[in-house]
């Protein structure tokens, strides 16, 4: 057997070897990744790696399966791994920062593998870095009655629990006062047009309202969106009331749906850019008698869309159809990753807080950005 070969048969063993993290990719956890940094000793998936090209300085990467690798460096790979490396790297990273998983968008991938390896910012001997608290800074936010995006300033009051945007730049008026209690932001790329679209999301008089904002430069935003979380964790921690969820049911309704991975929540809306949503169900874990399935309950039959799911909380089921077979599957298939995904402390006191707003019966629908049915 050749170098080469023996050299990629003991990689391919390492990325299987039980206790060392390997076979998933030690920055968003995708399976089977085919790539490693080999100046820090970590298996990564492609798209990561595309990000570690970025900085050399700091990472090289190279195909496991494809490129040629030396003994000492397959010996680096050994005395190294996911797990040893992440508790380096990730030794304190703080409970109001997301962590991003697979399925996320790059900007959020980019940021925290930045901050990790360039910025060193979750290392156990490193700075401490102190909550974000308060924040003020320029958005583009999308107009409400038209496309255009138009440059706002937003403050957010972390002692105080608000987040205010002022539609002059030297404004003393702020055009919305929004609560940190009824506050929400998730990324939403596509649907926004934009790497860095941001969605935020508060309740206002009843109903739910959207904003939708982005920033050019990729850490400014994601920063944002962590100082969001973090004045969040501190509202929750300090108090969450409970809300009554709703039994109501009605006949097959066509909705659109986007599900919140970060946090756990399936919203949905009759029109995609609509400025308020209409209803939204929270997503626990199996452990805690979450799950779905892809089928409708005896005597359940959609109106038109006949590919159906199902998805049972605790309080109740909730049935959906689909379009077509195959957004069945990939509606299932993300909703059964966020199952999967262990609860944090954040997803823990939103669940308890009760955001979850009344959702009608069942359903169709899409994620993201697309549509579901549902009754």
Known sequence: MSDRERNKKRLLELLQTAGTGNAHCADCGAPDPDWASYKLGIFICLNCSGVHRNFPDIS????????FWEDSTVEFMTRNGNLRVKAKYEARVPAFYYIPQANDCLVLKEQWIRAKYERQEFMADGKTIPPP???EGFLWKRGRDNAQFLRRRFVLLSKEGLLKYYTKEEGKYPKAVISIKDLNATFQTEKIGNPHGLQITYRKEGHTRNLFVYHESGK???????????ARLQYLKLTFPELPESEQREPFK????????????????????DAFEQGQVFIGSKEQGYDVSDDLPKGIRGNHWKAG??????????????????????????LRDVLSCPMTPLNLLSKT?????????KGRGQKGASSLGFS
């Open 60 to 67: 090289k990467v190279k195909s496991v399966r494809l490129d």
């Open 133 to 135: 608290g308060n924040r």
């Open 220 to 230: 400014e935003i994601v920063d944002w969106f962590n100082a969001l979380r973090a």
């Open 254 to 273: 066509k909705r659109w749906f986007a599900l919140d991975s970060q946090e756990r929540r399936l919203l949905y809306y009759k029109n995609p850019l």
């Open 309 to 334: 799911l199902t998805i049972v909380t605790p309080q109740r089921k909730f049935v959906f159809t689909c379009p077509t077979e195959k957004e069945q599957r990939e509606w299932l298939r993300s």
């Open 353 to 361: 807080q009760g955001l979850g707003f009344a959702l009608l019966a």
